[in-house]
Every structure is written in C-alpha cells, then in structure tokens.
C-alpha cells in the first residue's frame, strides 16, 4: 500500500523484468463469441444481494453509527486527502497513485446505504457528481490528464463504488452506468496501446512499483456486474477489457496463479529477523487482493483448476501467515509468524471482503468463519472504539501502544509509529481504507443460495427485505452474537422458501435448532455448514442455539493461543489511555486544517502485568446475564463474555522496545492465580500468544 516508501532500488528491478518476455499465452485473447453458454460468468454457489438490501441491527448498527460519527464518515469535510483530493478538483495527494478519495468511496457508500444515513448519502453524492460531471472527453475517470500521470488502479475502487451506488440508488443508475461505458472505452484503449496505465514506462509517473497491475483483478468486480446486467451493446468491449487487465499482470509479472502454488509460496512461518520476502506478491495487502485473482478469471474461463487453486490458496496462506486474529501478518511484507510482527489495518479490511466474497464461490464453510475471524478480531482490535483514531500494524502480542524507541525496529517497511493509534500513523492508506471492512461485512452476511432460497452465512444481527420470484420476504435477524451464542429469526414471506443458517465450524454437536415447526432439535447442517429450515408462507420464527467450549491452539516452541466461539482471547491489561497530537505519516505535523477536535494519536501503557505464561487445560467461561450490549462494544471491559485462565507471571524479556518472542524457558516469577481474558477486539494493548506452562489447581471461579 505505501507505494512511495518501497525501495527505489526495488523499483528499477521491477522495470527491467517487465522489459523482458512476454509470454505466449499474454497474447492469446478468447474470441468472443456474443452472450451465449461461453461467454456467461459463472454464477456464485452464495449470491450476494445487491446494496441495500439488508440493514444492520443490534449491536453492529451501533458499531456502523460509531464508524459515521467517527473518522471514516467525516473525512470527507475535514481530511487534507479526501477533503481536498485532485478527484474533487483540491490538490492533496499521498502518492501519485491518487488512490485517497477512491479507497473512501468505496468504503462510504456501502456506509451510507447499510445504514440509510443521509448527511453520508449527501458526501458520496457530492463526490460523485463532481466525478462523473468531470469525466474527460475520452472517457477518463479522475483528475489526470495525460499519459505520463494516468494510472488504472485508483479507477478499480472508484468503479467498485459505482457499481455499489447504482444497485442502491435506482435513480443514479443510468448516469453511472453511462460513465462506466465511456470509461472502458478509454481503459480498453490504453491496455491495446502496450498496457499503458498498468505498467509505467520510462518518463511515466504514476505507480512505479507496480501495485496496478498486482490489483489488476480488481476491476473484474465491477465490470463483470457490468457485463451481466447493463451490457448495452458492448459485452465485448467489457469482456476484452477484463481480459487485457489479466494479459497485462501477466507481462507485468503479477500473475497470481504462478503465486499461489505449492513450492512457489514462500512456505516458512518463523524465519530471522529483518528478511521479508522481497516481492509485490508477497505484500500483505496485495496478498489480500490477490486471493481473489484466481476466481476473476474463473468466472470468465469457467476452468475449474482455479477454484481448486483458490483453495490452495488459502490453505497457504492459512497455513504460513495468518495471524490468530484472522488477518496475514505482514509489516508490509510477509516474513514470519512470530507475534510482535505486525499485520497491516488495510490487510484487514482486504481479507475481511476477500473471504466473505471467497466463500460465496467456495461455499466451504472455514471460509465464512475466517470472515467472521477477521472481521471480530483483527479489524476492531486497530480500531478505537469510538472509531476516530487506528492503528496501522496490530501485534499478536502489543503490551503497549506507542512510538516505539527503536529504529530501524523489527518491522521491514513501517516505521516506529506503526501500532499507535492515530489519524494516520505511518501511512494514510488506512485511514481511508478502514471503513469497507464493516460495511461489506453486513452487505454480504445474508447470500441467495443456488436453490433460490436465502442463507445468513455472516452471523450478525441484520435484516433483509427481498423478492424471491416475486415474493416478499423479510428476514429479521436478533443475537448478540459473537457475544451470546443465541439467535433468533423473525421471518415474513408470502411465498414458501427455504432459509437457511450458518453453523459455524466450532459448534458442538450439541448446539440446538427450532424449526418453524416449533420443534426442537440438534444441529444437522450440511457439508458445507448450512442448516435447512422448510419456511411457510406467512409469519415464522426459527431460533438456533450455538454451543461450544474454549478451544486451545497451540503454536511452535510451547506456546498457545485461546478462542471461544469466533473469538480470540488475550490478557486483560489495565490501561494508561493518554492522548497526543497526531504526527503526519511523513513525520512533521499535521496541518491543522486537517484536523478535528476528535483527531487525536493515543499512547496506551500497561498499568497491569502483561507478562505471563498461561496453563490452557485451566480455563472457564465467564458469561455476564445480559439483555444488552454496551456501546461502543469493542471496548475493555465492554463484552459480556470472558474467559479466566490459570497463568502465572514470567520474566519476559524486550526487544525492540516491545516484548520480545514468548521466551522459550519461562522463568516463574509469581504465584499462579486466576487471570482475566477478554476479545482481543476489547483491548487494543493485549497478549494473546503465551507461554505454555503447567500449574497445580487454581481457582478460577473470581
Ligand atoms: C444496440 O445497437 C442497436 C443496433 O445498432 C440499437 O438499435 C440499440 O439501440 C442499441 N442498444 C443499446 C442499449 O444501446
Ligand atoms: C436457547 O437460548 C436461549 C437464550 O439463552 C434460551 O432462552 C433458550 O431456552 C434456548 N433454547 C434451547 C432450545 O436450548
Ligand atoms: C523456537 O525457538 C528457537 C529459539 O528462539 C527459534 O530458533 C526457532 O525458530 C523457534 N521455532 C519456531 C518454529 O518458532
Ligand atoms: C498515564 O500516562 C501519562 C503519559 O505517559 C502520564 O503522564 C500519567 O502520569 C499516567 N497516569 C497514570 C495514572 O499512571
């Protein structure tokens, strides 16, 4: 993500292997053959509705409402980035990417829509507006106006938020639509014209790393909505254009599926440290994006090879990198697993779509639990509860929160103000990027399923009012899940449907359901986790009883992590929260224009021990009685639900300024007792790969 901080000595390497061979296959094009059986994408096994569509309610409606009032939903009146962007006719840019307002739109719309709030529908408007009145002669997108500066991929997002607003707002669908078209005009011709816009060449100046055309898949999303359901007379255009994006990667040596495969990914999980793996693919956020590269090609050559791969994919990546808290650690490159190695805001948010969308091609059910991971665990572990300030790296293992005095620290290409909590610690790109991650989250957690009934696949409370074969349904999800392990369904139809819900992975055998029927009985999902229920037309109701125990996992050199249900756990730290100026990514200070008396960078310091071993075969469940959430929920001490863990105090050393590895010989240096464990999403300094060591009985009933 930060383009402008890679290494320049990288970047001249990356030129000259784009100079060299373009392969055969580059310049092999389908001839296409009009909208028959070869030409139609292939379908989803979950479709996703179209934005809208379904509304938050419970306690993710309040989390959104933090996320409108906090800093993603006021950017756009205040950030130098965004406020003042050369899309919208300003002049402030973080690099020439011009990407800043882009990654905002895509991210305030789905806002905007998932929570029908109009002050947010009044700033995408706006922005629009401004863009598409500004579409150039040639069909350009955006303030650039010559060769030199025209790069595609800020235009992949801004497209994505298109494609969002008009299945939202019937009344800007023509408009947006129109744009769309002129614009794939222009794109189509500068791919023809030697990839011009995905690989910069001598004299040229807007994406030297490359980064376009690793992401060069992301325009599939929007043109291939397109192609399906606003073609016009150009299905051909759209369906060549998507195919010289890939061709491109492809000469650009960004071709993910000679990445994704056994022997060729970087198969290591704890390596020395200061050694990343050196290369765009293995760039966290583009490893994010990239997962789904595969699949956009799929859906065009119906090859069946490429779904295959995309489980490999995934299985390497779950294998290798991810962190416990569901996203990939990568401080911005891979290296290894160890936990005081960072992992990107913006991977986060990436992974948190790339799996909700991954799994509704797969349908494998790890899958939509590796969203719910991600999405409760690593994205509200960096995010403030009151949503104004993140971090920029997340630690596994971050007994504080502050500037770290060590430099050049552990981390390969962040800075030392990578795990405060701020406006823009070390790089901007999260700040406008943060905010797609929930909103995406709600509009795909209820799907369309392949025998045109509906599933709640993401189980958080929501609703959804939609047609099936012309008849209404409504759906009304209520739970307080991932906090209560209980759901319940209010269902209005005026046709008979088959509805389904999502049994998560870890739930027991013994997690129950009640059928419309009223009828109780155990859980009987299918393969890929789904559980049927025979809906009536008329009112319904349907409740599902989720029941599971802690579950250890254990890591290399005696360590362990602690989970419950799609939750991980780490150490409850009291907190010395004080708060400081922000410092602007370059280092200097922010101009005060682009402030708010909200904007702040946080220090956070342990004012409890954070240095323990922990005994896993000695947990308990700790579940207050509640019939409400706190909010903001992802707060310490807000969660009803916690967990209490024998541990013990160890000597722990530092490195770095933070706590080094978990030490392999622990030395004891208290008396074992009864430890308070909260969400890793609660406590934004928190320990949750411990030392394993064993304890005689504590108890652990305080
Ligand atoms: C497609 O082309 C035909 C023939 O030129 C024209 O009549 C029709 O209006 C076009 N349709 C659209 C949607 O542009
Ligand atoms: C499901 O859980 C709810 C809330 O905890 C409880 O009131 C209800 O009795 C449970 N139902 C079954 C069938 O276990
Ligand atoms: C275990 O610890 C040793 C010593 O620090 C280290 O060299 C080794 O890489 C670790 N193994 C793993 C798998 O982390
Ligand atoms: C909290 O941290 C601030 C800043 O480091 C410090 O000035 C203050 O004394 C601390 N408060 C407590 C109660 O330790």
């Keep these: 993500m930060a383009a402008s901080v890679i290494a320049k000595a990288f970047t001249a390497s990356l030129l000259i292997t784009i100079g060299l061979a373009l392969p055969q296959e580059a310049l092999k094009r389908n001839s ?43 950017l756009f009146d205040f950030y130098r980035f965004v406020h003042d962007s050369m899309w919208i006719g300003g002049s402030t840019e973080y690099s020439v990417l011009n990407e800043a307002s882009p990654y905002w739109f895509n991210s305030i719309v789905p806002l905007a829509f998932g929570l029908d709030d109009p002050r947010l529908k009044g700033q995408i408007y706006a922005y629009m507006d401004y863009v598409l009145d500004h579409q150039q002669d040639d069909g350009w997108l955006g303030p650039e106006t010559t060769p030199e500066t025209r790069g595609l991929w800020a235009r992949c997002y801004f497209l994505v938020g298109l494609m969002q607003y008009a299945q939202a707002d019937h009344t800007q669908t023509n408009r947006i639509v129109d744009a769309m078209h002129r614009y794939v005009v222009i794109a189509n011709s500068m791919l023809k014209d030697g990839f011009a816009g995905l690989i910069e060449k001598e004299g040229q100046n807007y994406d030297g790393d490359g980064f376009g055309a690793m992401r060069a898949h992301e325009m599939h999303i929007p043109l291939q909505w397109l192609y399906e359901n606003h073609p016009r007379n150009n299905s051909q255009l759209i369906w060549e254009t998507m ?70 994919a995934v299985d390497l990546l779950s294998q290798y990198h991810k962190s416990l808290a569901g996203t990939i650690i990568g401080d911005e ?150 906090f209560g392990m209980h759901l319940k369904y209010t269902i209005t139809s005026s046709t008979d449907f088959s509805f389904y819900v999502r049994i998560p992975g870890w739930a027991d055998e013994s997690s129950t359901v009640t059928g419309p029927d009223g009828k109780t009985s155990k859980v009987s999902p299918s393969d890929q986790g789904l559980q049927k229920f025979s809906v009536r037309r008329g009112l319904s109701s349907v409740t599902v009883n989720l029941s599971t125990e802690p579950r250890v996992v254990t890591r290399a050199n005696n360590t362990a992590a602690i989970y419950y249900g799609p939750l991980l756990y780490s150490l409850h730290i009291d907190a010395n929260v004080s708060t400081v100026q922000p410092v602007a990514f370059s280092g200097d200070s922010i101009p005060s224009a682009s402030t708010t008396t909200h904007t702040h960078d946080h220090v956070i310091e342990p004012e409890s021990v954070w240095n323990i071993a922990i005994d896993p075969s000695q947990i308990r469940v700790a579940q207050a009685d509640v019939s409400t959430l706190a909010n903001p929920i992802w707060d310490l001490n807000a969660p009803p639900l916690e967990l209490r863990v024998a541990a013990v105090e160890i000597d722990w050393p530092l490195e770095f300024d933070t706590a080094a590895d978990p030490p392999l010989e622990p030395k004891i240096t208290g008396k074992p007792f009864s430890a308070r464990f909260v969400p890793f999403g609660s406590a934004k300094i928190h320990m949750a790969h411990l030392p394993v060591v064993q304890m005689d009985k504590v108890d652990l009933s305080n």
């Excluded at 379908?43 to 306690?59: A, D, E, M, N, Y």
Aim: hydrophobic share 35%.
């Design 32 to 74: 296409f053959q009009g909208r028959d059986s070869n030409t139609a994408l292939i379908q989803p096994v979950h479709q996703s509705f179209p934005l809208g569509t379904i509304k938050p309610r419970g306690w993710f409606r309040d989390q959104l409402t933090l996320e409108a009032d906090g800093l993603a939903g006021n």
């Design 243 to 312: 195919e010289l994006m890939i061709e491109g990667s492809v000469a650009a040596n960004s071709d993910w599926r000679k990445y994704w495969v056994k022997g060729v990914y970087p198969e290591v999980t704890y390596t020395p440290r200061n050694e990343p793996f050196k290369d765009l693919f293995n760039h966290g956020v583009n490893m994010a994006e990239g997962l789904r590269y595969p699949l956009s090609i799929y859906r065009m050559t119906h090859d069946e090879a490429l779904k295959t791969q995309t489980r490999t």
């Design 333 to 482: 490159f891979i290296t290894d697993l160890n936990p005081i190695r960072g992992a990107e805001l913006c991977t986060a948010a990436e992974m948190t779509f790339s799996m909700a969308y991954i799994h509704q091609y797969l349908g494998d059910n790890d899958l939509a639990d590796w969203a719910e991971l991600v999405a409760f665990n690593a994205v509200p572990g960096s995010i403030f509860p009151d949503w104004w300030s993140h971090q920029y790296v997340q630690q596994e293992n971050q007994p504080w929160s502050r500037n770290l005095a060590v430099s050049p620290g552990m981390w390969v290409n962040v800075g030392t103000q990578g795990n405060v909590f701020g406006l823009e610690p070390n790089y901007p790109c999260c700040t406008v990027n943060h905010g797609q991650a929930y909103p995406k989250f709600l509009a795909n957690s209820f799907t369309k399923t392949q025998d045109g009934g509906i599933a709640h696949v993401l189980l958080i409370p929501g609703s959804i009012t939609t047609s099936l074969d012309n008849n209404l349904v409504s759906i009304q999800a209520d739970t307080m899940y991932p």
